[in-house]
């Protein structure tokens, strides 16, 4: 059983925007930090974005600055991506992550990822 779900992707035109969903299937990570992370096509996964289990500290990868915000819900026992201002170049499949390592791009537990395609 995949312990994380992704849900939210899809096809969208540049400029555009999407809003990512990660839930637990049958556990909750409500005192996890989360994480998303991408991988393109031919290409390696990428961290993404991270937030503290409060939701009080947040990190991101410098091409997302400004246009990505993660947030979490911990009653509902959900995390978000809000992806404004798509570009072609952030299209690829979107992994939720709990307790990520952003530099080792490792995690405790990973969802199946939701593909995101930015059309020009």
């Known amino acids: 059983q995949v312990p994380l779900v992704e849900s939210g992707g899809g096809l969208v035109q540049a400029g555009g925007s999407l809003r990512l969903s990660c839930a637990p299937s049958?556990?909750?990570?409500?005192?996890?930090?989360m994480g998303w992370f991408r991988q393109a096509p031919g290409k390696e996964r990428k961290f993404v974005a991270s937030?503290?289990?409060?939701?009080?500290?947040?990190s991101y990868e410098d091409s997302v600055k400004g246009r990505f915000t993660i947030s979490r819900d911990n009653v509902k026992n959900t995390v978000y991506l809000q992806m404004n201002s798509l570009k072609p170049e952030d299209t690829a499949v979107y992994y939720c992550?709990?307790?990520?390592?952003?530099?080792?791009?490792?995690?405790?537990?990973w969802g199946q990822g939701t593909q995101v395609t930015v059309s020009a």
């Open positions: 937030i503290s289990w409060s939701g009080g500290s947040t």
């Open positions: 049958g556990r909750t990570f409500s005192t996890y930090t």
């Open positions: 992550a709990a307790e990520p390592n952003q530099y080792a791009v490792s995690a405790l537990y």
